[in-house]
């Protein structure tokens, strides 16, 4: 009885959590927060007249959001609720609405939405064994993938990973102008991060999604350095995408591919004498382990319902999934004619950065 209470326990409580991560979507996506924020608070109707939303729902949300502990209540008001004044705290602020945080996580919350709307497809897909193409996730999914690892991007790959690989920082930084592939770069920012910290490279960024690419082209010129960046919607494992490159590089994409093995056989294909070869990916468990930890769960959580589906899009495919665990990596990789995977030593919550060699 113990443990059949326990996961009543765990699956209400579960429910509460997908419930609150909805309204984070709603405060995120119709600017509340901001509105919040660049108000120093408001009640329900100063915030519907800032965000534009109607002050019944404004209301409503207010309520929901200073319950679940994320607004403070700054004054009661005493009239039932409608003078009520919120704010939004300072702490809470970063996670919400500073896009440039390592700690920004309203993303997830557009994750799960935009993932959310895909589940009867995939239901549909459990049972032919089909997968679903990347765009039909749609712009939520997209978005999510790109707001929360372009902060990873911009403020940890120049300053935190390159140095970890040897030689790789001279050869990006001096010398004869390096150049760059990042294939699967998605809306750019890991080949605009290059771009912006070693001015000499040019990088090319592949990604099979068209929507992607476009993204990465109009974040290319807002960054300022579409100069040093070309973006091409190509299929990684193309034998016949061309080119001698000093980095060849692939973040949170290998364990998407139909082909894996092809990519990586492109990537070494792509890689000049001396080249650096690095892929990131989960930083999964070496070996399956039930009940898993907390990394573990996220990464499952994401598996069947979006990469393994994917991954599966384009047949005959290999179908990875999210859980691509070390020996599944160097396995792919010496199919594809590499001859050993390094491990890097770069801390990382939650991607784990392999060198390959050969
Ligand atoms: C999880 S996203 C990561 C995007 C980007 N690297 C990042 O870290 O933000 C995976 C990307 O892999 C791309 N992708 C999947 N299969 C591909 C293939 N065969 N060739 C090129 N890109 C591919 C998808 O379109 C998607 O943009």
């Known amino acids: 009885m113990a443990r059949r209470d326990e996961l009543v326990e765990r699956l209400f409580m579960a429910s509460i959590g997908a419930l609150e991560l909805f309204h984070v979507y709603l405060g995120d996506q119709l600017g509340l927060y901001r509105a919040l924020r660049d108000h120093g608070g408001a009640t329900p109707a100063e915030l519907a007249a800032a ?7 404004g ?99 120049a300053q935190e990973w390159v140095p970890a690989v040897p030689t790789l920082e001279e050869r990006l930084g001096a010398g004869p102008p390096a150049r760059v592939a990042d294939l699967g770069c998605g809306t750019g920012w890991s080949s605009i991060a290059i771009a912006l910290a070693y001015p000499g490279v040019h990088v090319d960024g592949f990604d099979l999604d068209e929507a992607s690419v476009a993204q990465a082209n109009g974040n290319a010129e807002h960054a300022g350095v579409a100069d040093q960046v070309t973006f091409a919607v190509r299929d990684a494992s193309d034998p016949s995408l061309a080119g001698q490159y000093d980095l060849v590089c692939a973040f949170e994409t290998i364990h998407d591919m139909a082909d894996p093995v092809g990519a990586l056989r492109t990537m070494r294909a792509l890689a000049a004498p001396d080249a650096v070869v690095l892929v990131a990916d989960e930083r999964v468990a070496e070996v399956f382990t039930a009940p898993g930890d907390a990394i573990e769960r996220f990464n499952y959580g994401w598996s069947a319902l979006h990469c393994l589906p994917v991954g599966l899009a384009d047949p005959p495919a290999t179908g990875t999934g999210t859980v691509m665990r070390p020996s599944t990596l160097e396995r792919y990789a010496k199919a594809a004619g590499f001859t050993a995977v390094e491990i890097l030593p770069i801390e990382h919550e939650f991607w784990r950065f392999y060198r390959l060699v050969g």
């Not at 919120?86 to 896009?99: F, S, T």
């Not at 920004?104 to 497809?121: D, E, H, R, S």
């Open 51 to 57: 965000a534009g939303v109607a002050e019944r729902y």
């Open 59 to 157: 209301r409503e949300w207010l309520e929901q959001q200073a319950v679940a502990g994320i607004l403070e209540v700054v004054d009661d008001g005493g009239d039932d609720g409608a003078t009520r004044r919120y704010r939004l705290p300072d702490a809470h602020a970063e996670v919400l609405l500073d896009a440039d945080s390592l700690s920004f996580l309203a993303p997830l919350a557009q994750g799960v939405v935009g993932i959310g709307g895909t589940v009867p497809k995939v239901a549909h897909a459990f049972r032919t064994g089909a997968g679903l193409p990347y765009p039909d996730y749609g712009a939520d999914t997209r978005r999510f993938i790109e707001r929360l690892n372009r902060p990873m991007f911009l403020g940890q790959l």
